[in-house]
């Protein structure tokens, strides 16, 4: 096992770990962290970045951005990407909840226009939007219409008049995966998925009412769309239960697979195939199918936002300018085109707590941006600012074009169930002038601003690493919470 002691300098914000500290090791891991984080980082994160260095067909480096933590076999914060000859797919360095992701909406409001209405604003959203452990969305699919969605991603919902054609260009991979195959997912995962499309769902998941408080780069800010003062909707969520289920489904396969090849696996929670694998290949397809879910999960809470502010304004969601900025993919393996050294490889890429970020000029931005990097969006807490970056030249180079992807946790829900009240956390809040709601007391004590990491430093330290590179930050007015 490495940890702390092990972690060697190599220049600000960014630390190494040599192939020679571990004999399994195939790769260096790196972490991007500032000082202090590197003196207070669990020594379980770090190994579990060590771990992934050891997978077979591991690319350049295993990355840890600056908001990791410990998760399930990848820590969260975690990259690795693997060569399409000889790597492998791991189910655990995606996560349980597929394409968790957010997306930011624009409105040509000011925080003065919203202030009046903000208490109405948090009040109808919560009604109108389902949220909770194991809530349901007010569109119950039919049987027949879940393959659609998992085949077709966002697509679907603005078939459906649940949005407007030109929102698909401005989603990482237009709301829709290549490749979903909705008879690689079980009946299981569908039928826990059928009733769950359009909520937000429990835990760190949130819709957000927020004023852009700073603005760090007025060039990209205004090619994004940006001002001071504006105000904006921050969406947080991914693919509900039936995420969950076509992980829980794979792990088991790719676990049965890893013993059958005898793969020396330095952590079972890092089971994995061989990329030209049946199983991996399963996985892939419901791996895109999922991740479709949540772009319609997504497109669809979007669609019941823009009709509230219409209700509450008085306006059509055109007229009160509620384009989407983006929305971007924080648990997701994709296959891209990267350089390894002097040779550019397709790899496969898992980004587990990871936010790509693509700089200027790669064809998978949206035309609009191409100039400027793509847009990252790096929420926080509900009691802190979030942030929109954008991606960098750098990433490209050193992280197979990635970023932090949040705060990160610092305490676990039940460590901050048993230190914080949530009495006193809405008390706090509402002194900052922030309107929360949420669907149960001990979510907002599992989810207080202090059990995560300090989102400021974070994205300082993303910044000044040159892995993304600071745009603009925004403040909470309003809180939904799961």
Same mark, same amino acid.
């Not at 994160?45 to 060590?50: G, K, L, R, S």
């Not at 105000?231 to 969520?237: A, P, Q, R």
């Not at 991606?391 to 180079?397: K, L, V, W």
């Given at each position: 096992?490495?940890?702390?002691?092990?972690?060697?300098?190599?220049?600000?914000?960014?630390?190494?770990?040599?192939?020679?500290?571990?004999?399994?090791? %195939?790769?260096?891991?790196?972490?991007?962290?500032?000082?202090?984080?590197?003196?207070?980082?669990?020594?379980?994160?770090?190994?579990?970045?060590?771990?992934?260095?050891?997978?077979?067909?591991?690319?350049?480096?295993?990355?840890?951005?600056?908001?990791? $933590?410990?998760?399930?076999?990848? #820590?969260?914060?975690?990259?690795?990407?693997?060569?399409?000859?000889?790597?492998?797919?791991?189910?655990?360095?995606?996560?349980?909840?597929?394409?968790?992701?957010?997306?930011?909406?624009?409105?040509?409001?000011?925080?003065?226009?919203?202030?009046?209405?903000?208490?109405?604003?948090?009040?109808?959203?919560?009604?109108?939007?389902?949220?909770?452990?194991?809530?349901?969305?007010?569109? $119950?699919?039919?049987?027949?219409?879940?393959?659609?969605?998992?085949?077709?991603?966002?697509?679907?919902?603005?078939?459906?008049?649940?949005?407007?054609?030109?929102?698909?260009?401005?989603?990482?991979?237009?709301?829709?995966?290549?490749?979903?195959?909705?008879?690689?997912?079980?009946?299981?995962?569908?039928?826990?998925?059928?009733?769950?499309?359009? #909520?937000?769902?429990?835990?760190?998941?949130?819709?957000?009412?927020?004023?852009?408080?700073?603005?760090?780069?007025?060039?990209?800010?205004?090619?994004?769309? =940006?001002?001071?003062? /504006?105000?904006?909707?921050?969406?947080?969520?991914?693919?509900?239960?039936?995420?969950?289920?076509?992980?829980?489904?794979?792990?088991?396969?790719?676990?049965?697979?890893?013993?059958?090849?005898?793969?020396?696996?330095?952590?079972? /929670?890092?089971?994995?195939?061989?990329?030209?694998?049946?199983?991996?290949?399963?996985?892939?397809?419901?791996?895109?199918?999922?991740?479709?879910?949540?772009?319609?999960?997504?497109?669809?809470?979007?669609?019941?936002?823009?009709?509230?502010?219409?209700?509450?304004?008085?306006?059509?969601?055109?007229?009160?300018?509620?384009?989407? =900025?983006?929305?971007?993919?924080?648990?997701?393996?994709?296959?891209?085109?990267?350089?390894?050294?002097?040779?550019?490889?397709?790899?496969?890429?898992? %980004?587990?707590?990871?936010? %790509?970020?693509?700089? +200027?000029?790669?064809?998978?931005?949206?035309?609009?941006?191409?100039?400027?990097? /793509? +847009?990252?969006?790096?929420?926080?807490?509900?009691?802190?600012?979030?942030?929109? =970056?954008?991606?960098?030249?750098?990433?490209?180079?050193?992280?197979?074009?990635?970023?932090? $992807?949040?705060?990160?946790?610092?305490?676990? %829900? #039940?460590?901050?169930?048993?230190?914080?009240?949530?009495?006193?956390?809405?008390?706090?809040?509402?002194?900052?002038?922030?309107?929360?709601? *949420?669907?149960?007391?001990?979510?907002?004590?599992?989810? *207080?601003?202090?059990?995560?990491?300090?989102?400021?430093?974070?994205?300082?330290?993303?910044?000044?690493?040159?892995?993304?590179?600071?745009?603009?930050?925004?403040?909470?007015?309003?809180?939904?919470?799961?």
């Amino acid at each position: 096992m490495v940890g702390k002691q092990d972690l060697e300098k190599i220049r600000d914000g960014v630390y190494e770990i040599p192939s020679s500290a571990r004999k399994d090791m %195939r790769v260096p891991a790196r972490i991007y962290l500032d000082d202090e984080s590197a003196k207070t980082i669990e020594d379980s994160a770090i190994n579990q970045v060590a771990n992934v260095a050891c997978l077979e067909g591991i690319q350049k480096r295993s990355i840890g951005l600056p908001d990791i $933590h410990f998760g399930y076999g990848f #820590s969260i914060g975690g990259v690795g990407a693997f060569a399409e000859n000889n790597g492998v797919i791991s189910p655990g360095g995606v996560g349980f909840d597929i394409n968790c992701g957010v997306r930011l909406i624009k409105t040509n409001l000011t925080e003065e226009d919203v202030k009046p209405h903000m208490q109405e604003l948090v009040d109808e959203l919560f009604k109108k939007i389902p949220s909770g452990l194991g809530s349901n969305g007010i569109k $119950h699919l039919k049987e027949s219409e879940i393959d659609e969605v998992l085949l077709n991603g966002a697509t679907w919902a603005i078939e459906n008049e649940y949005g407007w054609e030109e929102d698909l260009k401005f989603l990482e991979e237009n709301g829709c995966m290549k490749g979903a195959d909705p008879d690689a997912v079980s009946t299981k995962a569908k039928r826990r998925g059928i009733p769950q499309l359009g #909520s937000l769902g429990s835990g760190n998941h949130f819709l957000e009412i927020q004023s852009v408080n700073n603005i760090y780069d007025e060039d990209t800010a205004k090619n994004y769309g =940006l001002e001071k003062d /504006q105000v904006v909707i921050l969406i947080h969520t991914g693919s509900r239960g039936c995420g969950y289920q076509i992980c829980a489904d794979n792990l088991r396969e790719m676990d049965k697979t890893a013993k059958r090849l005898k793969m020396n696996l330095p952590d079972r /929670q890092l089971a994995c195939a061989p990329i030209d694998s049946d199983e991996a290949q399963k996985y892939l397809h419901a791996m895109a199918a999922g991740a479709n879910y949540a772009w319609t999960n997504r497109q669809m809470i979007q669609h019941w936002t823009r009709e509230t502010f219409e209700n509450i304004f008085k306006k059509d969601a055109d007229s009160l300018g509620m384009h989407v =900025l983006y929305d971007v993919a924080h648990n997701i393996v994709k296959r891209e085109r990267h350089k390894v050294g002097k040779l550019t490889k397709t790899v496969y890429v898992h %980004r587990k707590g990871a936010t %790509r970020s693509f700089g +200027p000029g790669q064809k998978e931005i949206p035309q609009e941006y191409r100039d400027y990097g /793509q +847009p990252v969006l790096i929420p926080g807490t509900m009691g802190t600012c979030s942030y929109v =970056l954008a991606g960098t030249e750098n990433a490209m180079n050193e992280t197979f074009g990635s970023t932090a $992807h949040g705060a990160g946790r610092v305490l676990s %829900r #039940s460590g901050a169930k048993r230190e914080f009240s949530p009495e006193e956390i809405q008390k706090q809040l509402r002194e900052k002038g922030i309107i929360l709601k *949420a669907n149960s007391q001990p979510v907002i004590a599992e989810e *207080a601003p202090n059990a995560y990491k300090d989102v400021d430093a974070v994205v300082k330290t993303a910044d000044q690493a040159g892995i993304s590179k600071l745009v603009a930050q925004m403040k909470p007015l309003g809180v939904i919470k799961g």
